[in-house]
T-cell receptor, first 115, second 111 residues
Framework: EAGVTQSPTHLIKTRGQQATLRCSPISGHTSVYWYQQALGLGLQFLLWYDEGEERNRGNFPPRFSGRQFPNYSSELNVNALELEDSALYLC??????????????FGSGTQLSVL | SQELEQSPQSLIVQEGKNLTINCTSSKTLYGLYWYKQKYGEGLIFLMMLQKGGEEKSHEKITAKLDEKKQQSSLHITASQPSHAGIYLCGADDTGFQKLVFGTGTRLLVSP
């Protein structure tokens, strides 16, 4: 069974450009989480999509946005890139959100570098 | 929302030595997860603890949950170079519908 897959593995952009990151959850998983891991910092919660809807977002500016497609894959868009957006972006999926989160399955991440 | 603090932030141990990593929560823990991350890669699930006093082991790694202290510890026995990486604790930020993580403990195991 394939795990959570993210693409691209690495992405290099210049300040002001837009970046698009993609995530395919494990087959049968309907809920996708996005996290940002900047150098020296822990994982910061970005966005949560469940059944095609944005359910929750972290403390990030509106230029961080995304969506979830009918096949439950997800896309994270970062507009007007800034140098501090350079980070590892991790996607994780769970089968379905219940009252309490269970085990999250993580992808290998997209390393975004903003020059 | 919930915050998790890990200690130590980094750790260098000699191969064969034991070590302990702690994770303290600012709120009551309803579930505590331990993950391992190799540098620049995704997170690998290690263990999930759900009940106070619960203790789980996987190979040479043991984790315990002390609900009263809002704390969990991860203990590695007879460390090996393969144990090197970043260890992160995570908890369900109940009511906020997300998993929050500690800042991580970087472990290096010297031969």
């Amino acid at each position: 069974e394939a795990g959570v897959t993210q693409s691209p593995t690495h992405l290099i952009k210049t300040r002001g450009q837009q970046a698009t990151l993609r995530c395919s959850p494990i087959s049968g998983h309907t809920s996708v989480y996005w996290y940002q891991q900047a150098l020296g910092l822990g994982l910061q919660f970005l966005l949560w999509y469940d059944e095609g809807e944005e359910r929750n977002r972290g403390n990030f500016p509106p230029r961080f946005s995304g969506r979830q497609f009918p096949n439950y894959s997800s896309e994270l868009n970062v507009n007007a890139l800034e140098l501090e957006d350079s980070a590892l972006y991790l996607c994780a999926s769970i089968q379905a959100y219940r009252r309490r989160i269970e085990k999250l399955f993580f992808g290998s991440g997209t390393q975004l570098s903003v020059l | 929302s919930q915050e998790l603090e890990q200690s130590p932030q980094s750790l260098i141990v000699q191969e064969g030595k034991n070590l302990t990593i702690n994770c303290t929560s600012s709120k009551t823990l309803y579930g505590l997860y331990w993950y391992k991350q190799k540098y620049g890669e995704g997170l690998i699930f290690l263990m999930m603890l759900q009940k106070g006093g619960e203790e789980k082991s996987h190979e040479k790694i043991t984790a315990k949950l002390d609900e009263k202290k809002q704390q969990s510890s991860l203990h590695i026995t007879a460390s090996q170079p393969s144990h090197a990486g970043i260890y992160l604790c995570g908890a369900d930020d109940t009511g906020f519908q997300k998993l929050v993580f500690g800042t991580g403990t970087r472990l290096l195991v010297s031969p």
